[in-house]
């Protein structure tokens, strides 16, 4: 249905479907770059005693792809158990709760439990119904042995391998707690029980699993995930824009994925408002104006979190009225390559130049003010890298709503020496044409 066609209240909804800034996605439909990773999972599944985890920074999709994963291993049948790890909890209270979450799925208690009274389960054998879906498995549950033997119970209540996701490994504060998760793992294998685990978090709390228990390798299948690619990036806008009918031209759209940074929340976030400036926009819609996006860049920045743009308000709110030309300037810090004070002038002089006639901070003051962002007081934006005199970001996703504010301003910021090259190899791709996008900046004087 075309946009102009939406009463409010179901174009609200139908926006809600096909744009997910403030959730995981959880099907495929809308899972976008994944495909690989997504066979992975899959194999891995398959295999008795595999178990997968999924790493990498923050937003960058960990959570949406082990929700699609579990979903579509499940299909119908609803065998699926999430759970988000908090930083209390250990081993045997995630047990407990899978196996309280599992005898509330209404398969379970209808099917089965009945036909377990002649079978010799631990916890099972001689309970009634009843009885069964009020243990308190937090008191049953008293070690690793107990916690595996309900696990394969459990298991056999459900025709396929019952699948738990278990989101944020890295929130649980005690190390000691983490480094049990070996132990975990390794038991699962050995005694064979059918329950497969998609645990997600970054890759220091992988590291405490698998440097605690060097054959609980073997039992993981992981996943590093990177930021999203170029395309997959615009598939998420021209995806969501298809099912209102409207059309994107290539530029629009690669200026998107390009100010998202790789994190496909901003994408999501920039589609939501768009969509929303195109069903106020009188008259006939069909495709998106530069003047849109721009208005859909400004309203996207009053919407970003709040956890992701203070850092940027406390580094630039200070007395000097110079930091966020500064801010704007360590963009070259890429991922996890450190990057020295020199590099990040020299983008800040080519920004500069764009600021009209602002006085420009020599070396010394900028690296002075560069410094400061490693404080508290200034975000913290920066991070000390790996060698002595080098950057690294340190919230990464941080990244996209810099590059958001620039765009508000106007600033051109760059982009990679790969970044470009990837971009070049999918846009000829996309457009059949030797115009990379980047030759084509938006022209000043779009703005509102
Ligand atoms: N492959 C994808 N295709 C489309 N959208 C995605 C994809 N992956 C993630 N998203 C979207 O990106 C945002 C962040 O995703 P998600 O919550 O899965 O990331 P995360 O890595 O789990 O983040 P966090 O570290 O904060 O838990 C969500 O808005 C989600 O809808
Ligand atoms: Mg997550």
């Given amino acids: 249905m075309a946009i ?10 139908k926006v809600n479907e096909v744009v997910s800034p403030s959730h995981p996605v959880l099907s495929l439909e809308h899972l976008k770059g994944r495909e690989q990773q997504l066979k992975r999972i899959q194999q891995a599944l398959f295999a008795t005693g595999r178990n997968v985890f999924i790493y990498g920074e923050r937003g960058v999709g960990k959570s949406s792809l082990a929700a699609t994963a579990a979903n579509d291993w499940c299909g119908e049948h609803g065998c699926y158990i999430d759970i988000s790890c908090a930083p209390d909890t250990t081993v045997l209270s995630m047990i407990a709760t899978i196996a309280t979450q599992a005898i509330s799925k209404s398969r379970l208690k209808r099917k089965k439990i009945k036909n377990t009274l002649q079978l010799g389960y631990k916890w099972f054998s001689f309970k009634r119904e009843s009885e069964i879906e009020n243990i308190n ?36 504060s005690d190390v000691e707690e983490i480094e049990k998760f070996a132990d975990f793992l390794k038991q699962l294998g050995d005694k064979r029980v059918e329950v497969k685990f998609i645990f997600t978090g970054i890759a220091h709390t992988l590291d405490e699993i698998l440097g605690s228990h060097r054959s609980a390798i073997r039992q993981l299948e992981t996943i590093e995930l990177k930021k999203l690619s170029w395309d997959a990036r615009w598939e998420i806008a021209i995806g969501a824009l298809k099912a209102f009918g409207i059309d994107i031209h290539r530029d629009i759209y690669v200026r998107i994925a390009l100010i998202s940074d790789g994190y496909p929340y901003y994408v999501h976030l920039i589609i939501e408002k768009l969509l929303w400036i195109l069903f106020e926009r009188p008259g006939q819609v069909s495709k998106v104006e530069w003047d849109d996006y721009h208005l859909a860049i400004e309203h996207a920045i009053d919407t970003t979190s709040a956890e992701l743009s203070r ?7 200070q007395r000097s009225q110079d930091y966020e030309e500064v ?35 020599d070396l010394k003051k900028f690296s ?10 200034y975000g913290p934006i920066l991070f000390n890298g790996l060698k002595k005199g080098q950057y690294v970001y340190k919230e990464k996703m941080l990244r996209g709503y810099v590059r958001l504010r620039a765009e508000q301003q106007n600033i051109e910021l760059v982009i990679s020496a790969k970044e470009i090259d990837d971009l070049k190899n ?16 938006p022209q000043r004087g779009y703005r509102r």
């Fill in 137 to 172: 498995f937090n008191n049953e549950i008293k070690n690793l042995s107990d916690g595996i033997e309900t696990l394969k119970e459990l298991s056999e209540f459900f025709d396929d391998a019952l699948v738990v996701v278990v989101d944020e490994v890295d929130r649980i």
């Fill in 311 to 317: 850092p940027y308000e406390k580094a630039i709110n």
């Fill in 368 to 377: 002075a003010r560069i410094r400061n962002l490693l404080k508290d007081d």
């Fill in 426 to 441: 999918k846009t000829q791709a996309a457009a059949r044409s030797d115009k990379a996008y980047f030759s084509h900046p």
């Fill in 4 to 13: 102009n066609n939406y009463d409010r209240q179901s174009f609200g909804r």
């Fill in 327 to 361: 801010v704007w300037a360590t963009i070259v810090a890429e991922d996890n390559i450190g990057v020295y004070t020199k590099n990040m002038y020299e983008q800040y002089l080519g920004i500069m130049k764009q600021c009209g006639d602002k006085e420009v901070l």
